[in-house]
């Protein structure tokens, strides 16, 4: 079910980048390494890129018809 709403349209290599990416700006947030005003975009980057990476939807490639599977 999840499938047929949120095709896989990221590779697997672009998918364990945007997982590590994301958890990485997660944790530079969680830990306050950025400043103040930086640390909404972060947090949101950061879950958007992990949640991306997981599920292997881009919401972005998908409205320009982008695909980098195989």
């Known amino acids: 079910m999840l499938r047929k709403i949120f095709p896989v349209n990221v590779n697997k290599t672009e998918r364990v980048a945007r997982v590590g ?30 949640v991306s990476g997981i599920v292997g939807h881009c919401p972005v490639f998908s409205l320009f018809n982008i695909k980098t599977t195989e």
């Open 21 to 50: 990416l994301g958890f990485t700006f997660l944790i530079l947030t969680y830990f306050k390494v950025l400043p103040d005003g930086v640390d909404f975009y972060s947090a949101f980057f950061g879950a958007l890129g992990l």
